[in-house]
Structure formats: structure tokens, C-alpha cells
């Protein structure tokens, strides 16, 4: 059997990209009525999170479906049921089984009070990579909320033109910039949920699709990454359920014995 390279091990696609267009900074905006936002940037990003649901608070989240790695290097198009716990303010496991897919891979993911381990097919690993890589999902687990209240500019930008990956929508785009890195999110003009996300200089893009509501919230069941105009991951989501019980045990297994 072929050995697992370290890019493979480690958990894919757990965030959607990042772009830098032409941007039209927001700069001089007049002031809006009192409680509303002067910046239509941030105004724009604001709606969109009230919009999908995000000024509804949760501790726990269950999100089960199906994962898809497109033609991996050696591999070809690997499917895996997949699994993702968050408990918040720092809890998450993430089991992604390819098994059922005809394929020996067995993946466990775990980060639990700043620290993170893996189990890949019953051995252990860790790794700096992989600690940044689930603290950053951990800390956007609110999405555009996060982004709302972490970024330090906000700016309006022109749609990109010949969009080939949603040609007939009807978006806005607003960006921000966090720690010189820069995000540009695509609203549906009409309803306000996210339809793309574009980060990593442009190189990763994340499109939205399938949303459903419940209880208040609106969440795509359907997400899929292209990376350097490349389609490489794909999560379509059978169940996403808030507030169950989850036991901070779950998120203790298999750790490692400190050294």
C-alpha cells in the first residue's frame, strides 16, 4: 500500500480561500443613521451574517455528509463519510472515514484546549501545521460574524468579470482585511447569504450552495473549493444540527501521553 504523504494526512479543505482583485477602498463614508453601520462594506458583511442565521448563539455543532478530495496525487477522486464535532469556545473532532469508498484510509482529527493531534490509519501524529490548521477553523467557526468583528478594514469591490462559476447570480462583493490578509465575500444581492468566498491571494475559492433553514438559521449544505481555478474538495452535508449534547470525553480520545 502507498505510503501517506504529510500534505495527506492532514485534514483538507477546512478553510475556503483568499483573494486580492482590484479593490475600491471605503474611505470618507458619511455617517448612516445612529445604530447603523457608516461603512456599506461592513454594512453589507453585517447583513449577510443576520441573514445566515449568525446573531443566533450555539455551543455545540454537529455537521454529517460526504467529502470529496478531487484527483489527488496518486489516488484520484477519494470520498469519505465524514464527521465534524465542534463544542465551543475550543473543541473539535473531525472523522473522516474512506473506507465505506473502497479505499484504506482512516482519518481522526482532534484540538482540545490549544492542543491538536491525528490518528491516520492507527498512528498517531502531530505537528505545528496541524495545530495552526484546526485553531484557525475553530476560530472562524462563526464565519462571516468572525470576520465582522476580527477585520481591521473593510472596502467594496467590483464583481469579477466572466464569472464562470455562478454566471446567472446576482452578487455584491465586499472585502476586509485581518492581519494583511486580505478576503473578499460574494452576497447574494436579494436574499444576503454568502454565495463565495475568496481568500489566498485569489488562488482558493469556496462557492455556497443548497441552503436550508432551521430554527432561525440558514446553512449551505453544499460547499465546494476550487484551488488555483481547480476543483479539489467538495462537502455536501446530509444532517447540521446545533445545541445536542457533546461530552468534553469525545474530544479527549486518543490523545498522546505528553513528552
Not at 66 to 73: H, R, S
Not at 143 to 156: H, K, P, Q
Not at 178 to 202: M, Q
Request: with cysteine; net charge neutral.
Amino acid at each position: 500500500m502507498k505510503g501517506i504523504s504529510k500534505a495527506k494526512w492532514l485534514p483538507a479543505a477546512v478553510l475556503a480561500a483568499s483573494a486580492c482583485f482590484a479593490l475600491l477602498p471605503a474611505f470618507g463614508r458619511a455617517a448612516g443613521p445612529p445604530g447603523e453601520t457608516a461603512d456599506p462594506a461592513k454594512s453589507l458583511l453585517e447583513k449577510a451574517s443576520k441573514a445566515l442565521g449568525e446573531d443566533r448563539p450555539w455551543m455545540t455543532r454537529v455537521e454529517k455528509g460526504l467529502f470529496i478530495e478531487w484527483d489527488t496525487e496518486g489516488w484520484g477522486t477519494l470520498r469519505a463519510d465524514y464527521t465534524r464535532l465542534i463544542k465551543k469556545p475550543d473543541k473539535l473532532k473531525v472523522d473522516q472515514d474512506n473506507s465505506a469508498y473502497n479505499h484504506p484510509f482512516f482519518r481522526v482529527y482532534y484540538y482540545s484546549g490549544g492542543e491538536a493531534w491525528g490518528i491516520v490509519n492507527l498512528t498517531t501524529r502531530q505537528s505545528p501545521q496541524l495545530t495552526a490548521t484546526l485553531k484557525t477553523l475553530i476560530d472562524r467557526v462563526d464565519g462571516i460574524a468572525f470576520y465582522v468583528a476580527a477585520c481591521d478594514t473593510f472596502f467594496s469591490a467590483p464583481a469579477a468579470p466572466g464569472d464562470t462559476l455562478l454566471p446567472d447570480a446576482e452578487l455584491l462583493r465586499a472585502g476586509c482585511v485581518l492581519k494583511g490578509d486580505t478576503t473578499l465575500f460574494d452576497v447574494d444581492a436579494k436574499t444576503h447569504v454568502l454565495r463565495r468566498r475568496i481568500e489566498n491571494k485569489g488562488t482558493r475559492v469556496s462557492i455556497f450552495e443548497d441552503y436550508r433553514k432551521d430554527d432561525g438559521r440558514t446553512v449551505p449544505f453544499h460547499v465546494t473549493v476550487y484551488d488555483a481555478g481547480k476543483k479539489t474538495n467538495e462537502f455536501v452535508w446530509e444532517e447540521i444540527t446545533f445545541d445536542g449534547k457533546l461530552d468534553d470525553a469525545i474530544f479527549e480520545e486518543n490523545r498522546p501521553p505528553k513528552q
